[in-house]
């Protein structure tokens, strides 16, 4: 059982849809980030959350808008987005100024 | 562009056997290094970290880093079939993590 928690698992979505993916880690950390895992090609960094505030936008299309609440939970607000954003997006979560990242179970998107 | 090359593979080996997973990285300046696990349909798990020259050990992982050459490796000894996954390298690169795209292990019984 993984300490970051992932939900849906998966998710078919239209390009119209208005979806949001949401983490929750039960560990104490206070870092928090969203990866995109495409086949064929290395994890891409999407955003980063260091005490509930953001500290990373890796030039992410708006139709990606990212949510903290608290150190907690996560949230990834989907919108209008387009057949390429099909991925396994996945959580995770760090100590704060640890490098060492604990992953969630990951979320496999498909835009139809 | 920094970036952390790796063999995609499949890389094939006995059960029993070694199984070396090279990982190569661009800048030069890199501090941190690090080795994921990824099972199939299973979110990457951390197996390794190091940091400084030479071999670290851990059960039947060694973590092996050169900077003058710029490649960190990860031998796993006894290799079971159960360590069939992807791994994947990541090296910290001024601020950021940078993951290569990972190494298909196969260990046939």
């Known amino acids: 059982e993984t300490g970051v928690t992932q939900t849906p698992r998966h998710l078919v979505m239209g390009m119209t849809n208005k979806k949001s993916l949401k983490c929750e880690q039960h560990l104490g950390h206070n870092a928090m980030y969203w990866y995109k895992q495409s086949a064929k090609k290395p994890l891409e960094l999407m955003f980063v959350?260091?005490?509930?505030?953001?500290?990373e936008n890796n030039s992410v299309p708006s139709r990606f808008s990212p949510e903290c609440p608290n150190s907690s939970h996560l949230f990834l607000h989907l919108h209008t987005l387009q057949p390429e954003d099909s991925a396994l997006y996945l959580c995770?979560?760090?100590?704060?100024?640890?490098?060492?990242?604990?992953f969630g179970s990951g979320t496999q998107l498909s835009v139809l | 562009q920094k970036e952390v090359e790796q063999n995609s593979g499949p890389l094939s080996v006995p059960e029993g056997a070694i199984a070396s997973l090279n990982c190569t990285y661009s800048?030069?300046?890199?501090?941190?290094f690090f080795w994921y696990r990824q099972y199939s349909g299973k979110s990457p798990e951390l197996i390794m970290s190091?940091?400084?020259?030479g071999d670290k050990e851990d059960g039947r992982f060694t973590a092996q880093l050169n900077k003058a050459s710029q490649y960190v490796s990860l031998l796993i000894r006894d290799s079971q079939p159960s360590d069939s996954a992807t791994y994947l390298c990541a090296v910290r690169s001024t601020d950021k993590l940078i993951f290569g795209t990972g190494t298909r292990l196969q260990v046939f019984p």
């Open positions: 800048d030069r300046g890199s501090q941190s």
């Open positions: 959350y260091s005490l509930e505030e953001r500290v």
């Open positions: 190091i940091y400084s020259n």
């Open positions: 995770a979560s760090s100590p704060l100024g640890d490098e060492k990242l604990f």
